[in-house]
């Protein structure tokens, strides 16, 4: 079966660290990219926080995760990682892996623009 599945979340204090998984089953990344989005409490919209290409592994951070979270990959386990530090309440949200087009991801194409995603991982982050 083809399917990303996202793990790792869970409930932190503010200042606190989490490191997320997304495993991809049944495919490989290839010339993919993953990207990580959250939907904050109450907001209907994605919000993109890391992508990450496998073609020549260029990295996107948002603004709002700068210097606080890091994305990387382990092509051994078919795995992306997000490694986040420094956490802080806004952060909470269900953070979900999409595998698609680097670009497509760049200019905010959204859901529809993306080949796969995963079914979320919960984190909350208390103040």
């Known amino acids: 079966e083809v399917q990303l599945v996202e793990s790792g979340g869970g409930l932190v204090q503010a200042g606190g660290s989490l490191r997320l998984s997304c495993t991809a089953s049944?495919?490989?990344?290839?010339?993919?990219?993953i990207g990580w989005f959250r939907q904050a409490p109450g907001k209907e919209r994605d919000e993109g926080v890391s992508?990450?290409?496998?073609?020549?592994?260029?990295?996107y951070y948002a603004p709002s995760v700068e210097g606080r979270f890091t994305v990387s990959s382990d092509n051994a386990r078919n795995t992306v990682y997000l490694h986040m530090t420094d956490l802080k309440p806004e952060d909470t949200g269900l953070y979900y892996c999409?595998?698609?087009?680097?670009?497509?991801?760049?200019?905010?194409?959204?859901?529809?623009?993306?080949?796969?995603w995963g079914q979320g991982t919960q984190v909350t982050v208390s103040s």
């Open positions: 992508y990450f290409s496998f073609s020549d592994r260029s990295r």
């Open positions: 049944g495919f490989t990344f290839d010339d993919l990219a």
């Open positions: 999409a595998a698609g087009d680097f670009f497509q991801m760049l200019i905010g194409a959204g859901r529809r623009a993306m080949k796969l």
